[in-house]
């Protein structure tokens, strides 16, 4: 499925390439974006600039979302903005399926809120700064950027300041393709996010490496392979022939301190139905489990820790520590390290800065997983507690997932991305 998938992916993205290409004679490689987590939404934001005149646009970014959109309802003014026509290429590139008065429309999804409205597919003007992988260059424009337009209601529960989402999911007009297309380079991006304390900035890198990070670490070679796996069902409106545009890999066990936990391995898998497998988001804060999947991780971690106290849960969190009973060390919290076993036989593995938090000042660490439910769509959700300072590269031209591990073994951060300009 993944490589006719693909096909028809490159197929569309040739024909229709031309609404979306960028007038210019310079030809980035790489285009850069900073993203910084909210301490108290636990979101990650990044800012693009867009209209005529250009303004800064900020965006909550989600990794599994179709499309960039924004609310048009409270202060959209652009000279260049324009309204796409039903059975224009731009509708049939957003895989539009509503028209009302000539204009063709879509779904406008707010992951956080789980509210949502249909709005104008429309074009603009976007601009962002390239990259050479090491810092940002000169910024650069796309005149016919594809967007939807949203409502003021659906911004409910997104960070103060932000007006809409920055869609990074494996759709043709999600961020990631539209500006491969527009700038014809590869069809790759890099995510490298950081923690909330101190408040430091992640990047988005859209194209291929070098990733480049203080003191002149280039993370693009070391990193390991995994292919990503394409749910046939959309799992955000639940429609079968409509395919998940999120990313997906296959868990194949979990290891805690090398020893695998009792789980159902059918639950690691994705059904006719869409239910099973597992998903990177960045919209959900901790990484969600299955209800058995939880409890033998769960189980697994304190069996490790005879010598640790458990207090009270910290909700959403379960599982709780008295933090003064774990040692720190550079890799944070000395914690027995959790490995997802994947296709391929490769491991991710996460250690104790990407598994403990530390949720208050009261002497509480939890462990930063949550318990999904006994049926939930999907049985694992990695959230982005689990994602700060590990770089991923999505590789949609080859249907893979690069992935670093903790960067603090390679002592650096994903702060070290040098955004001063070269």
């Avoid at 790489?30 to 005149?53: E, N, S």
């Avoid at 491991?347 to 208050?360: D, F, L, P, Q, T």
Wanted: some cysteine; charged content about 15%; glycine content about 8%.
């Amino acid at each position: 499925m993944a490589l006719s998938y693909n096909f028809l992916l490159l197929c569309s993205l040739l024909f229709f390439v031309s609404p979306i290409v960028a007038q210019t004679s310079f030809r980035p490689k790489a285009l850069v974006l900073p993203v910084q987590k909210d301490a108290a939404t636990l979101q990650y934001v990044t800012q693009i600039k867009q209209r005529t005149p250009l303004v800064p646009v900020k965006l909550t970014v989600h990794l599994g979302g179709n499309i960039l959109w924004v609310d048009c309802e409270k202060g959209y003014v652009s000279s260049t903005n324009k309204t796409a026509r039903c059975g224009s290429a731009q509708c049939n590139l957003a895989n539009a399926k509503a028209c009302g008065g000539g204009i063709c429309g879509a779904g406008v999804n707010n992951p956080i809120s789980n509210t949502g409205t249909s709005g104008d597919i429309r074009i603009d003007v976007l601009s962002i700064q390239s990259t050479n992988g090491r810092n940002p260059g000169r910024a650069v424009t796309v005149p016919n950027f594809i967007f939807l337009c949203g409502s003021e209601f659906v911004l409910q529960g997104l960070d103060n300041g932000v007006v809409g989402i920055a869609g990074l999911g494996r759709s043709k007009v999600a961020l990631p393709l539209q500006l491969a297309a527009a700038f014809s380079f590869d069809r790759k991006f890099a995510i490298c996010l950081s923690p909330a304390f101190p408040r430091t900035n992640g990047v988005i890198i859209f194209g291929d490496g070098p990733y480049v990070l203080s003191p002149n670490v280039d993370v693009s070679k070391s990193l390991t392979y995994t292919p990503l796996f394409i749910n046939p069902v959309n799992t955000e409106s639940g429609f079968l022939g409509d395919p998940s545009v999120e990313y997906f890999i296959g868990v194949k066990s979990i290891r805690v301190s090398e020893k695998a936990i009792p789980l159902n391995t059918t639950l690691l898998s994705i059904d006719s139905e869409g239910f099973g497998g597992t998903k990177i988001s960045t919209v959900n804060p901790y990484t969600v489990l299955e209800t058995s999947i939880y409890n033998a991780l769960v189980q697994a971690f304190v069996n490790a820790m005879p010598n640790v106290t458990r207090v009270a849960p910290v909700a959403p969190l379960g599982a709780c520590f008295k933090s003064s009973d774990i040692v720190s060390s550079r890799f944070g919290p000395s914690v027995p390290p959790i490995d997802l076993v994947l296709q391929n036989n490769v491991s991710w593995s996460i250690i104790g800065a990407n598994s403990i938090v530390r949720v208050n000042n009261n002497d509480v660490s939890c462990l930063g997983f949550v318990d999904g439910g006994v049926r939930p769509m999907t049985s694992i959700v990695i959230g982005g507690h689990q994602l700060e300072n590990n770089l991923l590269q999505f590789d949609l031209a080859s249907s893979r997932l690069g992935f670093s591990n903790s960067l603090l073994f390679q002592r650096t951060v994903c702060d070290n991305f040098n955004f001063t300009s070269a």
